[in-house]
T-cell receptor, first 112, second 114 residues
Framework: DTEVTQTPKHLVMGMTNKKSLKCEQHMGHRAMYWYKQKAKKPPELMFVYSYEKLSINESVPSRFSPECPNSSLLNLHLHALQPEDSALYLC???????????FGSGTRLTVV | AQSVTQLDSHVSVSEGTPVLLRCNYSSSYSPSLFWYVQHPNKGLQLLLKYTSAATLVKGINGFEAEFKKSETSFHLTKPSAHMSDAAEYFCVVSLSGGYQKVTFGTGTKLQVIP
């Protein structure tokens, strides 16, 4: 299995909703990542879970919170989002930073 | 600190003609370099990577890239463009030492004209 699986593929949520994005990999990779990508821009790193340690991009607002139930799963909990949070959210995993990432196909999030 | 510059935001080629997507990097140390492709509304897919082995790197779908230290470049090429190559391409530089050292270029949109 050489895939990163993200669910759901599309999500529309109101600004008062709570939702979660899910990401799963079965490649034995020890690092998993959440990226946010706005249209016509490169991905921006939000969170890294590597070797059981969570690292956070300090510019990410607290309405986004990651959770890593085990080494194969990385969730992203969403609460009280703003319309500007609408974007493609990409999950990735890697064996090592020098090996490159395997990306999921993303969740297209729209906040209304 | 490291940086990466993709010299063209948009490249247009005719089907069957060569593709050249340019990438220059800046790094104080020996970097790892990657090219990723992203089709519309999809995730990124790794095309190829350079990690200090052979300077000419072959990737998937007929793409290759040459690491030129003297020119600090890692340009992506393909001898003959196919319609399915139309996508966004990202050059990425990575230094050892952690995720903080991964930098994405701004991307190059490749258009293939039939």
């Amino acid at each position: 299995d050489t895939e990163v699986t993200q669910t759901p593929k599309h999500l529309v949520m109101g600004m008062t909703n709570k939702k979660s994005l899910k990401c799963e990999q079965h490649m034995g990779h020890r690092a998993m990542y959440w990226y946010k990508q706005k249209a016509k821009k490169p991905p921006e790193l939000m969170f890294v879970y590597s070797y059981e340690k969570l690292s956070i991009n300090e510019s990410v607002p607290s309405r986004f919170s990651p959770e890593c139930p085990n080494s194969s799963l990385l969730n992203l909990h969403l609460h009280a989002l703003q319309p500007e949070d609408s974007a493609l959210y990409l999950c990735a995993s890697s064996q090592d930073f020098t090996f490159g990432y395997t990306f999921g196909s993303g969740t297209r999030l729209t906040v209304v | 600190a490291q940086s990466v510059t993709q010299l063209d935001s948009h490249v247009s080629v005719s089907e069957g003609t060569p593709v050249l997507l340019r990438c220059n990097y800046s790094s104080s140390y020996s970097p790892s370099l990657f090219w990723y492709v992203q089709h519309p509304n999809k995730g990124l897919q790794l095309l190829l990577k350079y990690t200090s082995a052979a300077t000419l790197v072959k990737g998937i779908n007929g793409f290759e890239a040459e690491f030129k230290k003297s020119e600090t470049s890692f340009h992506l090429t393909k001898p003959s463009a196919h319609m399915s190559d139309a996508a966004e391409y990202f050059c990425v530089v990575s230094l050892s030492g952690g995720y903080q050292k991964v930098t994405f270029g701004t991307g190059t949109k490749l258009q293939v004209i039939p």
